[in-house]
């Protein structure tokens, strides 16, 4: 049982290129959700997934994509990297109401320059 | 809207109690509480629900007040494993979970 599996650890991107975050869950949960963090923002959330093909904004969408074809995985889309979005990203998935805590994969570190 | 913590930074001896604080402007139907430690990802700690309830996690607790629009999390003698950052997430009537800026907890022996 792997849990929240988040690819890669660290990337470095230039202004203006496009990745993907991977996120994949194996406990078949039905919520999945990205959030960055950044020093004295705490958590701020990006976009969230109440089921596959389900998905909506968060606080701070803009610049990033999100799609949810499965129940296990859901990536984020970063369209043309900026400065503005270095940041430790988590993704985090629960059952999705609201009992069900909140299990968080162990971040990717992204650096634009 | 993000919900408001108290304070943004505690510092404590062994032993001391804390109480962290976490407000909303908008109607709460639940509030998490996580704790993480420096270069890790958030742990989850506690659930409240609405109704007013108050729950226990070793010697760290939480109360919801509901019409207040308000939790609290107590940590009572604490110890070094405690030091971290804490963070209130808050839900309303949607399916976000919304986090606060966070309080960071410092032990020292």
């Known amino acids: 049982n792997a849990g929240v599996t988040q690819t890669p650890k660290f990337q470095v991107l230039k202004t203006g290129q496009s990745m993907t975050l991977q996120c994949a869950q194996d406990?078949?949960?039905?919520?999945m959700s990205w959030y960055r963090q950044d020093p004295g923002m705490g958590l701020r959330l990006i976009h969230y997934s109440v089921g596959a093909g389900i998905t909506d904004q968060g606080e701070v969408p803009n610049g990033y994509n999100v799609s949810r074809s499965t129940t296990e995985d859901f990536p984020l889309r970063l369209l043309s990297a900026a400065p503005s979005q270095t940041s430790v990203y988590f993704c985090?998935?629960?059952?999705?109401?609201?009992?069900?805590?909140?299990?968080f994969g162990n971040g990717t570190r992204l650096t634009v320059t | 809207q993000q919900p408001v913590q108290s304070p943004q930074a505690v510092i404590l001896r062994e032993g001391e109690d804390a109480v962290i604080n976490c407000s909303s402007s908008?109607?709460?139907?639940?509030v998490h509480w996580y704790r993480q430690k420096h270069g890790e990802a958030p742990v989850f700690l506690m659930i409240?629900?609405?109704?007013?309830e108050q729950k226990g996690h070793e010697k760290i607790s939480a109360s919801f007040n509901e019409k207040k629009q308000q939790s609290s999390l107590y940590l009572t003698a604490s110890q070094l494993s405690y030091s971290g950052t804490y963070f209130c997430?808050?839900?309303?009537?949607?399916?976000?979970?919304?986090f606060g800026t966070g309080t960071r907890l410092q032990v020292f022996p």
């Open positions: 985090a998935s629960s059952y999705g109401n609201y009992n069900s805590p909140l299990h």
């Open positions: 406990m078949n949960h039905e919520y």
């Open positions: 997430g808050t839900r309303n009537n949607t399916d976000k979970l919304i």
């Open positions: 409240l629900l609405k109704g007013g």
């Open positions: 908008k109607a709460l139907y639940s």
